[in-house]
């Protein structure tokens, strides 16, 4: 295998944690030897930094968008312009690795890899959701032999489940960059450069607020922690961050920041005493489908780590490495909030622990597992 096409129907760069994902997954197949080419539709995108400037990749991956027309209708008529153009790019994307031959075509996008599984092979979908909706897809990549990475037991167990033999299959969870938040600034400069209190335990949650992602527990928490504690929120769009500042308007003990570049989160997450991660066990793409890429973050900051106990979350962390609270509870999640604080032996001890287990997660073993998996060798 000499090179790799990467399909990405989407707009990049994003503020959403999918661009992180895959400019990172591109930039250490091209370490491994891979001469990559990500291939993306145009859109209107709201970011005016290029993909590598936005990043923190190497630019050693190539990148190129083919135009496909980008328009929106009124209301709810704009779910349906979305559906379009979707269509259109997949296929303009399909149309243009059908005749790179020589290539693997690499997606997170079902509609390209569907359309290029009657005419062409070499083809491995990484799969980071499991919808019944879409059983089609994966009944047809079945037939057509593409191999698939997935992140998680959970999706794993979905496509055996469809019959998909072990050997097609991949577990690879999401990862890491090291070396990005192996900063060596302190936990006060941190502080002062982006403007955090000093003088309280800064409890930190990064990333969307959606609900499954739990934020809303951890806000009701924030309630039932005393004048000590700040829970900080980094992330979520403009409406998101309104509407929890909205709800949360009387509570002095949470700060809801918004979205931030993603350059600053190794400076966010050196900055807090505890960082907490309070996924909902209410939704299957939360209790057993997800790899959250802040997970691996935050095992790399060496900070303590608060999760949710479901067994997405376990695929990775243990008792060793962070603490567990039942999901969405805030009562009991707030009086974890205590005991992490006051017990720092054991919380610094496990924080060491978790920086240990992250080095199996950096993006450079995740690229080198999947290489080993498209060429069939063990």
Not at 340 to 347: D, G
Request: net charge positive.
């Amino acid at each position: 295998m000499k090179s790799l096409l990467y399909l990405a129907n989407v707009r990049l760069p994003t503020e959403k944690a999918y661009g992180i994902q895959i400019t990172h997954m591109c930039e250490a197949f091209a370490e491994q030897g891979i001469h990559v080419k990500l291939i993306m539709p145009t859109r209107r995108n709201p970011i005016s930094e290029d993909l590598f400037s936005y990043y923190p990749v190497k630019k050693n991956f190539q990148m190129l968008k083919l135009w496909s027309p980008d328009f929106y209708l009124p209301g709810a008529l704009d779910r349906i312009a979305v559906a379009v153009k979707d269509a259109i790019s997949a296929t303009r994307l399909a149309f243009f690795a059908a005749f790179q031959r020589e290539a693997v075509v690499y997606s997170r996008d079902e509609l390209p890899l569907y359309l290029l599984s009657f005419i062409r092979g070499n083809l491995v979908f990484e799969a980071h959701r499991y919808s019944s909706r879409r059983v089609w897809f994966y009944r047809r990549f079945k037939k057509a032999g593409v191999k698939v990475a997935v992140i998680s037991f959970g999706i794993r167990d979905r496509f055996l489940w469809l019959g998909y033999a072990e050997e097609q299959i991949l577990l690879a969870p999401d990862g890491a960059d090291l070396a990005q938040f192996d900063i060596r600034r302190t936990k006060e400069e941190c502080r002062m450069a982006l403007s955090l209190p000093h003088n309280k335990v800064l409890v930190l949650y990064t990333g969307h607020l959606y609900s499954w992602k739990g934020v809303g527990v951890l806000a009701e928490a924030s309630k039932q922690l005393d004048q000590r504690y700040r829970v900080v929120v980094v992330g979520g769009t403009e409406h998101e961050t309104a509407r929890y500042k909205h709800i949360y308007a009387d509570c002095r003990n949470i700060m809801f920041l918004g979205w931030k570049p993603y350059r600053l989160m190794p400076l966010y997450l050196r900055a807090a005493d505890m960082l907490v991660l309070p996924n909902s066990g209410k939704e299957d793409i939360s209790r057993i489908f997800t790899s959250p890429l802040k997970m691996f973050e935050y095992m790399a900051s060496g900070n303590p780590i608060i999760a949710s106990d479901l067994p997405s979350i376990r695929e990775v962390l243990s008792d060793e490495t962070a603490f567990f609270v039942p999901p969405d509870n805030p009562s009991i999640l707030a009086q974890i909030i205590y005991t992490v604080a006051a017990n720092i032996p054991e919380s610094d001890k496990r924080a060491r622990q978790a920086r240990i287990k992250v080095a199996e997660y950096s993006w450079s073993s995740r690229a080198r597992r999947v290489l080993r998996f498209i060429a069939g060798t063990p």
